[in-house]
């Protein structure tokens, strides 16, 4: 069978096709360090790749927020030390004057003195904000949570960050939880309880007057202004409650931070390994790149030699 010029041709022009599109793969894989850059080039690897940058994008996303809820309870555990430092004081002021014996009429009022510093600096504490927010407003962030009267505007929402997929922390404490000494009422049965998700995390909360910080000091500086002693001493175990209350608060959020913590050491461990994964799926061997191109430019060259015997010459090639 007779071989025309033009099956020829078309023989050599693809064989040379080849060869460069191999060799230009080659030197984009040189230039850019990568086996992988065009979904075409491993579509089963290029589908890892995928899920594995979409993960990365989730664990930038938690990152921020953990962080972010750290900065909250970190400001809240330290507004509440200064809190308990004050209730030490009051409750140390109030054993003091309770007896009648060791202190008169005019000495309590002096330490009312006190008590009422203590009450305004306890106020500002409920009312601390970190940048535009009010830390103890429940979800109303952006009003004052308490009056001067100590009445509570706010609510008792839970504001709830995902740290980790499908893992939730709070990272706000309610003030009537932390200052009225609201409880939540027993649990309804399980068949009965609300299914919101993590942003409908509020509850109806049950009060306890007798746990009230700013009734509680009011009265004890009511009791020091009229030199009233059984009114004195019966703020004494309401002092221990709310201080005890607070040293709980306290505990639960140093749970809550260690659990972020453990979360992001988590969050970061798994972007070592996906980077490790992505790096074995898209890096390339630099060395057998470099191999494979030389090998290729021989094969190239070799090609064009025996193109050139191949094609015979035309009119052209004599007319030139």
Do not use: C
Request: no cysteine; hydrophobic share 40%.
């Amino acid at each position: 069978m007779r071989v025309g010029e033009n099956t020829t041709l078309n023989t050599v022009r693809d064989s040379l096709n080849r060869s460069r599109l191999r060799m230009n793969d080659l030197q984009k894989q040189n230039a850019t360090l990568k086996r992988v850059n065009a979904p075409h080039d491993d579509p089963v690897g290029n589908a890892k790749l995928m899920t594995i940058r979409n993960e990365e994008l989730d664990n930038e996303q938690f990152a921020r927020n953990s962080n972010l809820a750290k900065t909250f309870l970190n400001y809240t555990d330290s507004s509440l030390e200064e809190a308990t430092n004050l209730l030490v004081r009051a409750k140390e002021l109030a054993l003091g004057q309770a007896s009648s014996a060791a202190n008169g009429a005019e000495s309590r009022v002096m330490v009312a003195e006190e008590i009422k510093n203590i009450i305004q600096e306890m106020s500002g504490i409920a009312n601390r904000r970190l940048g535009d927010r009010f830390i103890f407003a429940g979800y109303k962030t952006s009003s004052v949570p308490f009056d001067g009267s100590g009445k509570y505007a706010g609510d008792d929402g839970k504001i709830m960050v995902e740290v980790q997929k499908d893992v939730y922390v709070g990272m706000n404490v309610p003030g009537g939880e932390v200052f009225l000494g609201k409880a939540q009422p027993p649990r309804a049965p399980a068949s009965s309880e609300p299914t919101g998700g993590p942003e409908l995390a509020i509850q109806q909360m049950v009060e306890r007057p007798d746990e009230d910080v700013f009734r509680t000091l009011d009265s004890l500086r009511v009791g020091l202004m009229t030199n009233d002693v059984d009114l004195i001493r019966s703020t004494l175990e309401p002092l221990d409650k709310i201080r005890d209350r607070v040293i709980t608060t306290r505990a639960q959020i140093g749970a809550r931070t260690a659990g972020i913590d453990s979360a992001l050491a988590n969050m970061a461990k798994k972007n070592v390994f996906n980077a490790e994964l992505q790096s074995n799926i898209e890096d390339a061997d630099i060395i057998q790149v470099v191999s494979d191109m030389a090998k290729e430019e021989t094969i190239l060259r070799a090609s064009l030699q025996a193109s050139n015997k191949l094609i015979q010459p035309t009119l052209l090639d004599f007319l030139r």
